[in-house]
């Protein structure tokens, strides 16, 4: 573990510190390589566990090199392979403990209802599944998934079949059914989403509109991040809302 900075010249620890470095300067040095990223991203992934910068006693961040170089495989690992961000905790904590671990696949990291989907003609991918599958793995029948489409809760992708989110949507819908909901109550909840998209798109726009390449590709990364930081809050909100009506 790192130590708070406390020697002086001549006791061997004044070279040590000298190589900590505070978060301005870390942003500095990773905008060369990212210059999307901002002092607000570098303290959610500290908050996400995927560094632990040392303190100095006055509370101030104390990045040392290899937080610095941790932050940079972050980055790069959410910019070119599109991975969440526990998936890259996970794959970097590996590589601390000397393992070699071979890099996730971001395909393999949707929710397609627990369903291997074989590539092929006529058959389901990872990207687009049919309207059997999907009936299948929500385990439903066809008049209960036209009135959820009916309602906007399910829509099919404009070449045809369903993407492998509406998978998971499809089996929500189904729970909350037993529970007594009906299509007709989660309209808001797919109006408060489509706002919600709304505003990442505005939010990661100039992302996309970039000269450079790199900040181009990592805007469907940011994207994703807002989109579970989105779904967080709207959690916590719910459940605060619960709370303060039920005690």
């Not at 007709?184 to 390449?213: F, I, K, Y």
């Amino acid at each position: 573990m790192l130590r708070t900075p406390t020697g002086g010249p001549g006791d061997g620890t004044a070279t040590a510190d000298a190589r900590w470095v505070s978060i301005g300067t870390v942003l500095t040095r990773l905008r060369e390589e990212f210059p999307e990223v901002t002092i607000s991203k570098i303290r959610f992934l500290e908050a996400e566990g995927l560094i632990e910068p040392q303190r100095t006693p006055s509370g101030y961040r104390k990045f040392a090199p290899g937080d610095v170089e941790r932050l940079a495989q972050v980055l790069r690992m959410q910019r070119d392979h599109y991975l969440p961000l526990k998936v890259i905790r996970e794959h970097l904590d590996a590589l601390a403990r000397g393992e070699q671990p071979t890099l996730p696949s971001p395909g393999g990291q949707r929710d397609l209802g627990d369903a291997v989907w074989d590539s092929g003609p006529g058959t389901a991918t990872a990207a687009r599944i049919g309207r059997a599958e999907l009936l299948a793995a929500a385990q439903v029948d066809e008049e209960q998934l036209e009135e959820w489409e009916s309602y906007g809760l399910i829509v099919p992708a404009p070449e045809g079949g369903y993407d492998a989110e509406m998978v998971t949507v499809a089996r929500l819908v189904a729970d909350l059914g037993r529970f007594g909901l009906e299509p007709r109550h989660l309209r808001a909840m797919r109006a408060s989403a489509d706002r919600e998209a709304g505003l990442v798109e505005q939010l990661v726009a100039p992302l996309r509109l970039h000269r450079n390449p790199q900040t181009r590709a990592h805007a469907e990364a940011t994207a994703n991040e807002l989109a579970e930081l989105s779904v967080r809050l709207h959690a916590a909100l719910v459940q605060s809302a619960l709370r303060s009506r039920l005690h």
